[in-house]
């Protein structure tokens, strides 16, 4: 015995001791390609790669060891020193790193040389000689040495020539810097030259266009200031002769453009000057205010009196245009004397109080029902109060009588007067009525019927245009009676309730604010109509007319799920489930804001289950619905599919029963009252119970068999234990193996376990068991 | 106006404070008259003398606001002499603005100073 273990000890040791040896010699190799590498470097600073490569060899030494138990245990008996890598390693980045400093000094030392900054050459040049002193480096610190002298020369010319053109002296600063270039050309000095050569040229041009200027070709000048500012943009002077042949020649609305932001007498000067000739004498006062010029503080007295006389000319043409009947230009020149005088209660009084009424008045005498149209919609979003509103519907109304293509402006019009038909004037103090309230709410119904009078003959004469006019009919109305019953969270202007339509129609007219993320919004958005069909249950409709665009904002992109969501449903109904998998995959996120959407998908579900016939659609189905809204509903009937799954894998013995009662417990998780699942648990756990009893009795431990079948909760288990010894009893006594008093042990075991089974009565009284 | 667009109201010419016996009489008169049909004449009564129609008809009257009368302006101020505003050449200063080329001009300084 002690041979033996003595032979494994040495055979484990040999062991042991060859791995260890291979690693070391896989160690070893590494190492000495590190070392080779490393003797390659010639120590030149601007190489690196050999150094890097070497470090790289000796990080992998290290790694070998740190990773190898082996070599730790080598490592350990210092037969392999781990410092040594790590100190090689520290020690070689240290010199990559000095080598890389050295070779940004070098590169940028010898870009400064070429481009002839030779001081700068010198300062980088000197710090990399401390890093690494080479024969080049001294030979380029002597280079930069010798040229700065020259340099320095180069420098103060090039100052002075600087100096010298802010000053103005072109011609001095050129005959100075253009020798210097011959001997020291560099870059910033060629650019100073070319810039000279430019003012030059401006000057020229400047020079050119007074000439022209004061010859009076005028258009001529102007191209030559331009010319000019295209060079110096900011040329003030070349500015104000701009603005002074821009007055000269007429074109008095560009003068303010050249003189945007000069300051200054002679820009404030021509600013006003301008201003009077376009009769903006409040500005012109503005702009001469300052001024000290004693003419212009005379000729400020005249803006008054200008400005007076202006007024009544102004007020003098209004009162003609009115006498001559010509509301429209009167109205007109009213509103221009209130923006260019400021409000005035003589003319406002006059415009608001008899132009505007008589214009309406006369417009409606007209009986042109498309002129009354437009200017009533015109009135209507100048105005904006339920006056105009309602008289925009009722012009609408006729209208449309007249042209049925004006029907879908009637449907705008009129949904909107009628959202609002509680503030309605025409409603108001109705003479003839008696003192009770009207009914409104029959007075919409009956006004509605109107507009339906006229849609519906549409339909035999132009189905498609009828179903587009539907469309919006029901977008307006779904949104009116929407927004009614949610009075405070609609789109408003002055009070005024506005439906999609008008709010889509004048966008750009009135004022808007976002909409908010609220689900009436999605009413508002291009997607109103399709929401609206879904709403009411039209979703086909909704979906061949919803928009192919993207939508952007929050309330589109809810428009568009609550769309996508209705499609989902839509082909529920239609028992094709598969194809609503694509539509709720889009909105599975957003389902449950949508209302009752649960409840919905259930019944549509519900209704789609009965339609379906093979078993593993069923599977696949009832995990859609399950993974949709994961209901009780749609989980119970998940659970149940799954247990009748499991219970034909176990039947198949295509999983154990192990298998089969976790896959089943998991399913208890989705429904824990499930029958299915509950009664598959029952079954495989009796299967189990039975099968640990009968592995006992094959183990011929009887008496714990018995024990364990007695107490057994499960009546099957119980039944199916005694039945085993009631036929091995038999057994044995027809074969004549056991004696008679084992057979009547097996027997009276049975008889503990089921003592009342009437199966097994006969047995026991046959042996004499009571 | 064509017939079926005509308002009641526009119709019988009542106002909206006719009474009952006022619309028949009015019935009566359009009848003579013939400016609309008889028919037309016939419906506009009839709707007139159901409350129900007749609220309809008042709807689909415009609203129109009250004309003022217009108010008139004095204009013998405007008979006084009006002063005239003339361009002050100190401001253009053309003729100082043109300088020998070989000078060192204002134009020159400016320039200097924009460019450089």
């Known amino acids: ?770 | 106006m064509e017939t079926n667009l005509a308002n009641a109201y526009d119709v019988l010419g009542v106002p909206q404070t006719a009474s009952n016996a006022e619309i028949t009489k009015s019935f009566a008169l359009a009848m003579k008259e013939r400016k609309y049909s008889p028919d037309a004449i016939a419906k506009a009564r009839k709707s007139l003398m159901n409350p129900e129609d007749r609220i309809i008809a008042d709807y689909l009257r415009p609203v129109l606001p009250t004309i003022h009368r217009f108010k008139c302006q004095d204009f013998t101020a405007l008979n006084e002499p009006v002063p005239s505003i003339d361009w002050l050449s100190e401001f253009d200063r053309l003729e100082e603005t043109i300088v020998d080329p070989n000078e060192v001009s204002e134009i020159d300084t400016q320039l200097g100073i924009a460019l450089f």
């Open chain 1, 1 to 770: 015995m002690l041979i033996l273990f003595l032979f494994v000890i040495i055979i484990g040791a040999i062991f042991i001791a060859i791995v260890i040896s291979s690693e070391l010699s896989k160690l070893t190799e590494i190492f000495n390609r590190a070392e080779a590498v490393k003797n390659q470097d010639r120590g030149n600073p601007l190489e690196r790669d050999r150094l890097e490569q070497s470090v790289k060899l000796y990080e992998q030494c290290n790694r070998l060891v740190m990773k190898s138990p082996w070599l730790q245990i080598a490592a350990n008996f210092k037969i392999v020193d781990k410092n040594t890598y790590l100190n090689t390693i520290t020690r070689l980045d240290r010199e990559i790193e000095r080598r890389q400093h050295f070779k940004v000094l070098y590169y940028q030392g010898k870009k400064q040389i070429d481009d002839k900054y030779f001081d700068l050459a010198l300062a980088n040049f000197s710090q990399a000689q401390q890093l690494f002193n080479t024969d080049e480096i001294a030979l380029l610190i002597i280079q930069c040495d010798s040229q700065l002298e020259v340099q320095k020369k180069y420098e103060l010319v090039l100052n002075r020539a600087k100096i010298l053109a802010r000053e103005g002296k072109f011609q001095l600063a050129v005959d100075l810097l253009k020798p210097t270039l011959i001997d020291f050309d560099r870059i910033d000095g060629a650019t100073l030259l070319n810039k000279l050569k430019q003012a030059f040229e401006a000057k020229q041009r400047f020079a050119k266009g007074l000439q022209l200027e004061r010859s009076g070709k005028l258009n001529d000048a102007k191209n030559y200031y331009q010319q000019v500012l295209d060079i110096a943009p900011d040329l003030t002077e070349c500015q104000i002769r701009l603005a002074i042949v821009a007055i000269k020649s007429g074109d008095v609305s560009e003068v303010l453009s050249y003189l945007d932001n000069i300051d200054g007498e002679r820009a404030a000067y021509l600013r006003g000057f301008a201003c009077v000739i376009q009769s903006n004498w409040r500005q012109a006062d503005k702009e001469w205010h300052s001024l000290l010029h004693p003419e212009v503080k005379s000729q400020r007295q005249h803006l008054k009196t200008l400005a007076r006389q202006d007024r009544l000319l102004t007020m003098q043409k209004i009162e003609q245009f009115v006498d001559d009947g010509d509301l429209d230009r009167a109205k007109q020149t009213s509103l221009q004397f209130i923006s260019k005088f400021g409000v005035d209660p003589l003319v406002e009084n006059n415009l608001y109080g008899h132009i505007q009424p008589l214009l309406e008045t006369h417009i409606w005498k007209t009986q042109d029902w498309s002129l009354i149209t437009t200017t009533a919609e015109q009135f209507w979003l100048e105005s904006q109060d339920m006056s105009s509103l309602h008289n925009w519907a009722v012009a609408s109304y006729y209208q449309a009588h007249q042209d049925p293509d004006k029907i879908a402006d009637l449907i705008i019009a009129w949904s909107t007067a009628l959202a609002n038909i509680d503030r309605d004037p025409a409603l108001k103090d109705v003479p003839w009525f008696p003192n009770l309230p009207p009914d409104l709410a029959q007075i919409a119904i009956n006004l509605i019927e109107l507009l339906e009078k006229l849609i519906d003959p549409i339909k035999d004469k132009n189905l498609g245009r009828y179903l587009q006019l539907r469309d919006l009919y029901r977008w307006q109305i779904v949104a009116l009676h929407l927004t009614k019953n949610l009075p405070h969270t609609q789109v408003r202007v002055n009070q005024i309730l506005m439906l999609p339509g008008s709010y889509q129609r004048h966008a750009h007219t009135l004022p808007q604010s976002e909409l908010p993320d609220e689900s009436w919004c999605r009413l508002y958005t291009n997607w109103g109509p399709a929401v609206a069909a879904c709403i009411e249950g039209d979703t086909n409709r909704g979906l061949q007319i919803q928009p192919q665009t993207k939508p952007v904002s929050v309330a589109e992109k809810s428009a568009k799920s609550f769309i996508t969501y209705h499609e989902g449903c839509y082909y529920l109904q239609q028992y094709n489930w598969r194809k609503a998998i694509e539509p709720f995959k889009q909105v599975r996120s957003e389902i449950n804001n949508f209302p009752k959407s649960i409840d919905e998908i259930d019944r549509l579900c519900g209704k789609q289950r009965q339609e379906i016939d093979k078993f593993e659609e069923h599977l696949e189905f009832a995990q859609f619905w399950y993974d949709l809204v994961a209901s009780k509903t749609a989980g119970s009937y998940l659970a149940e599919y799954k247990a009748m799954q499991v219970s034909g894998k176990l039947a198949e013995e295509q999983i154990t029963l192990n298998e089969g009662l976790n896959q089943l417990l998991q399913l208890k998780k989705i429904d824990d009252t499930n029958p299915v699942v509950l009664d598959t648990i029952d079954k495989i756990e009796i299967v189990q119970e039975t099968n640990n009893i009968i592995d006992l009795i094959k183990q011929n431990r009887l008496e714990e068999a018995v024990r364990r079948a007695k107490f057994s909760t499960r009546q099957e288990v119980k039944y199916r234990i005694a039945e085993i010894l009631i036929d091995a009893s038999i057994a044995g006594a027809r074969n004549r193996r056991s004696s008679r008093e084992e057979i009547l042990q097996l027997v009276s075991w049975a008889q503990e376990i089921c003592p009342y089974e009437p199966t097994f009565m006969e047995v026991y009284h046959s042996l004499g068991l009571n």
